[in-house]
């Protein structure tokens, strides 16, 4: 009852907050979004009953089905707002807090450096811009807004606008631009 309740909530969030959803029967027919979360919350029921083959199993449907790849172990709060969401890939064990939005493109994923916590701590009110690549075990605060195509290796603190590509210069110091 607790998953149905979840995903009429995701349901809603969706159609307030995108202006094409015309009717929350829209978004329950035809948002990819939707039907991801549909999938995982599926998907994160078994994981977290360590019925991981089954996990995995639904959430590599969800991803031939939607083109969005969020790993049965992460953690996704309340209210999650998936747009226009090609190509997202959520790891293992990432975090995302309540009433966060992400578009296409989006990697919560790891630097291959670490071994148990390895991808990204979203807090709530987190608005990811499209293509944007967060990575490792980092944390982003809450009410951040992360520009689209920006590479986040550092965590930040909550109420922060973050946007750019860190560089090294020819010393190997990192820069932000």
């Known amino acids: ?46 994981y977290k ?54 578009y296409h493109g989006v990697t919560l994923g790891g630097t291959g450096k670490d071994k148990y916590k390895r991808h990204p701590d979203l807090g709530n009110h987190v608005m990811v811009g499209c293509g944007a690549k967060i990575l490792g075990p980092i944390k982003i605060g809450s009410n951040v807004k992360i520009g689209a195509n920006a590479v986040v290796t550092k965590p930040v603190e909550d109420n922060v606008t973050v946007v750019g590509i860190p560089r090294k210069n020819n010393l190997g110091l990192q820069n932000v631009t």
């Open 49 to 102: 009953h360590r019925l991981f083959f089954i996990a995995r199993l639904i959430s590599q449907i969800a991803r031939f089905l939607t083109g969005i790849e969020i790993h049965p172990g992460a953690k996704i709060g309340r209210r999650f707002f998936i747009d226009h969401g090609m190509g997202i890939v959520i790891g293992e064990t990432a975090t995302i807090g309540d009433d966060c939005t992400i």
């Open 1 to 46: 009852m607790k998953i149905l309740k979840e995903l009429y909530e995701d349901a809603k969030n969706i159609q307030q907050k995108d202006p094409a959803a015309k009717h929350i029967l829209y978004v329950i027919l035809l948002y990819q979004g939707f039907h991801v979360l549909l999938f995982y919350r599926l998907g994160h029921f078994f």
